[in-house]
């Protein structure tokens, strides 16, 4: 039976794998980690909101039922294409049939150095430490004398204005303004100021113009500072500067800018400046007619000829596209090109508000945000109790209560200085 080894189990890999069931294939899930994470509501957690475990579930798990399907956790670091020979940091495996599905990590543009300053949001332990910075700052502006210093403890910087910046602006004004007013004596965490940074002119840029105003609009009435044409020039444990002007802040956020996984340029095929590798129409990569690059890690131009997003529906229609070839190739037959099917764009702006873009049309603020609800309801998947967690969550939301109690479980002498 052939070997299909598929590398990540992100949104890509899972649905990959799970669209094998009952084909004549045996397949191997490789990732890195024993979770697969529905990222989308990872600012939920990092907020305070859910819990890790509301969002992931075990890879091997969600797969138990499929008996040609085995997990290994592994870290890939490399392909031999012409050996067929997937490497891993302990050992290797063979394949006759490659799906690659290891999505993208942050970028700095170059300033690694701001990575520890700046955290980003990507997986579970990001959302941990963001939510730790975020908690430990209220905790010590509460004992700060020192006005500069307890200001710069209440400020909080998000860099980067497209879906994630956004949702985790508006879900810190929400902490502040509303979850956090009766916490504390010595100060009010209401006043605290949340700046959201984006280099280019606007926020939402993926958005249609009314939707973008929509949303600055409600971001505003949140009380974000939003500064478009603000291109950050560095980032130190002081705060952020935006050519000469300076902003003082304990708590700097980073949803700006994303590479893609290593693995991708190890291939030694054309990749883009992100890293995204070129696939070809059917995701194969040039020579290698048995090797698929998907999600994230691929890059491929739409039928409008922009390259298509990385977003969560074109990894598993990618996935899915991927596994058919795969079966198609196992029966002799000529590969077929992908054609992603659009199912609209959305984000959330804090407590019922968002802005969704279906493209026949539109919505903004509290139906957006049902509808937002809905889909990810929808959409979360193989999760123990999802309409429960999901519910409680809508409930909270609608309260004002965090769903989960705002701890932090490192105290900051612990934890270091929170930066
Ligand atoms: C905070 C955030 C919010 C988002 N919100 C939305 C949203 O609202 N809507 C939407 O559509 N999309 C959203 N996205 C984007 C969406 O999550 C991605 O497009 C999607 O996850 C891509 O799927 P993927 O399978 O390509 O990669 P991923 O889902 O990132 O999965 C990659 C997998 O590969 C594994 N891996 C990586 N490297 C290795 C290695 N070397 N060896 C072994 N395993 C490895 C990882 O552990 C991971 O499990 C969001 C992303 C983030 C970070």
Same mark, same amino acid.
């Given at each position: 039976m052939p070997r299909v080894v598929i590398v990540g189990g992100g949104f890509g890999g899972l649905y990959a794998a799970r669209a =094998?069931? &009952? %084909? *004549?294939v045996q397949v191997t899930v490789v990732d890195r980690r024993n979770h697969h994470l529905f990222q989308p509501l990872l600012y939920q957690v990092a907020m305070a909101a859910l819990s890790p475990g509301d969002i992931a579930s075990p890879i091997r798990w969600i797969l138990r039922?499929?008996?040609?399907v085995e997990v290994l956790l592994a870290d890939a670091t490399g392909v031999d294409l012409e050996r067929r020979r997937l490497l891993l940091s302990d050992g290797e495996l063979s394949y006759d049939y490659l799906i690659l599905a290891t999505g993208t990590t942050h970028a700095y543009f170059g300033h690694d150095e701001w990575q520890p300053l700046a955290p980003g949001l990507k997986t579970l332990e990001d959302a941990l430490e963001i939510r730790r910075r975020v908690l430990v700052a209220f905790e010590r502006a509460e004992r700060q004398p020192e006005a500069a210093t307890r200001d710069a403890l209440l400020t909080f910087v998000v860099i980067g204005g497209g879906p994630t910046g956004v949702e985790m602006a508006g879900a810190l004004a929400e902490i502040s303004r509303q979850s956090l007013t009766r916490d504390f004596r010595h100060i009010d965490p209401g006043a605290a100021r949340i700046i959201l940074l984006e280099g &280019? *002119? !606007? +926020? $939402? !840029? %993926? =958005?249609p113009e009314p939707l973008r105003a929509a949303a600055l609009h409600d971001l505003q009435k949140l009380g974000v500072d939003v500064r478009t044409n %603000?291109?950050?020039s560095a980032i130190t444990a002081d705060g952020v500067s935006i050519g000469s002007d300076s902003i003082r802040s304990e708590t700097v956020l980073w949803a700006a800018g994303v590479a893609a996984s290593p693995l991708g340029r190890s291939l030694g095929v054309p990749v883009d400046r992100a890293g995204r590798v070129r696939v070809q129409p059917d995701l194969t990569i040039p020579g290698h007619p048995n090797v698929y690059v998907i999600g994230d890690l691929a890059s491929l131009d739409g039928e409008n000829g922009r390259p298509l997003p990385g977003v969560a529906q074109v990894a598993i229609q990618m996935g899915q596209h991927a596994v058919r070839n795969v079966l198609r190739a196992v029966e002799g037959q000529p590969l077929r090109p992908f054609v992603y099917r659009d199912l609209g764009n959305m984000a959330t702006i804090g407590r019922a508000s968002a802005v969704a873009d279906f493209g026949t049309f539109r919505l903004t603020g509290y139906f957006a945000w049902l509808a937002w609800l809905f889909v990810h309801i929808l959409n $979360? +998947? &193989?999760?123990?109790n999802r309409l429960l967690v999901m519910v409680q969550w809508a409930w909270a939301y609608m309260t004002y209560q965090r769903a989960v109690r705002l701890i932090t479980t490192k105290p900051p002498a612990e934890a270091g200085a929170p930066r």
């Open positions: =094998f069931r &009952g %084909a *004549p039922r499929q008996k040609n &280019g *002119p !606007s +926020i $939402l !840029s %993926a =958005f %603000a291109a950050v $979360l +998947i &193989g999760f123990r």
